[in-house]
């Protein structure tokens, strides 16, 4: 779990349709998606094929969908502040709409800097969502920017903390989106993806205007990982501050399935596949029970296969999370 993966930087520039995003308070610092080894899909796979691995034969973007995002989309990549504490995000929407669209928070997997979103995760998951008529905007979460042994992490504010602090990255989102004249902050929805789902449910908790979540093989109940094995807790006690002092409290704040009635009554969608080999199937099974309980509007789509990753159902889940933030961020305008 400790793997890493380097997020790509690209250099400072604007969209020609981009909003300046150096006129908001919070952000200090800028960069267009598309641009460098990004400019072009040649200069990508250019790029990429100085890496012996890489298979264009099994590359999953054409130029046909790079143009037609490039062409369509803004996106680009920032820097803000949060307690004083520099954090990477990224904002993707339709480059020529008028008027303010309904904003989508997406909160990425993983941990520390593994699972940042690159730009063929924006490809893959982000952008398609953004063309079809909404704001995405996401934080990578708090890192020092150092690739760091296990024994040398330390939860001290600095560094993501698996539900802690990193929360804050998320919600300091909102002031931006407010300042974002193309994104309407009275709908807003957070989609997330495995630790992600744990991810949107503290946000959500925290900001109870939130008027839509969607999770995707989504953690719900952090408390099962507490004897999972012995990587898993070194990893959580790494994570999480003062961890073997106040495990059970710690743990349960991260678990949605403990609180669902703080939750706010904005329908919940969650998608999940039964042979899920990263996170148990049983998590959304009992997030859908414990959201039953509290009385909140939910929906809950199942996959007998598939996997953590649900890649063979990409299309699918896709047109499940389109048509559930229409629903529920669209149709519905206050």
Not at 74 to 91: L, N, P, S
Not at 148 to 157: R, S
Request: glycine share 6%; aromatic share 12%.
């Amino acid at each position: 779990m400790w793997n890493i993966l380097i997020g790509i930087l690209v250099v400072l520039s604007f969209n020609a349709h981009s909003e300046k995003l150096d006129k908001i308070t919070e952000i200090t610092a800028s960069s267009d998606c598309f641009r460098g080894s990004f400019a072009t899909y040649d200069k990508w796979i250019s790029m990429l094929s100085k890496s012996p691995s890489f298979s264009k034969e099994r590359f999953p973007f054409t130029k046909t969908q790079f143009d037609h995002f490039n062409a369509r989309l803004a996106c680009q990549t920032f820097i803000y502040e949060v307690d004083g504490v520099a954090v990477d995000g990224y904002v993707i929407y339709p480059s020529e709409s008028e008027g303010s669209l309904p904003t989508i928070i997406y909160n990425r997997g993983g941990n520390t800097n593994y699972g940042r979103v690159i730009f063929g995760k924006m490809m893959f998951d982000l952008m398609p969502l953004a063309d079809k008529g909404f704001v995405v905007i996401g934080s990578q979460y708090r890192w020092s920017g150092k690739d760091k042994k296990a024994e040398e992490f330390i939860a001290d504010g600095t560094e993501d903390q698996f539900g802690g602090v990193d929360v804050q990255d998320v919600l300091a989102l909102i002031p931006i989106i407010k300042q974002l004249k193309i994104a309407d902050s009275e709908r807003i929805g957070v989609y997330g993806a495995s630790r992600g789902g744990m991810q949107s449910f503290l946000v959500a908790k925290a900001h109870q205007d939130i008027k839509a979540i969607a999770v995707v093989s989504g953690i719900s109940d952090v408390t099962t990982f507490k004897n999972r094995n012995e990587d898993t807790a070194f990893l959580l006690s790494k994570l999480i501050p003062d961890y073997y002092n106040n495990v059970d409290e710690a743990l349960k704040y991260r678990s949605a399935v403990q609180w669902a009635d703080s939750l706010p009554d904005a329908p919940t969608l969650l998608i999940h596949a039964k042979d899920d080999e990263r996170v148990a199937f049983s998590q959304s099974v009992n997030m859908a029970a414990a959201l039953e309980k509290a009385g909140k509007p939910y929906k809950f789509i199942k996959y007998e296969t598939g996997g953590h990753d649900l890649s063979s159902h990409h299309e699918e889940v896709l047109d499940e999370i389109v048509s559930w933030f229409k629903s529920n961020l669209t149709e519905h305008k206050m």
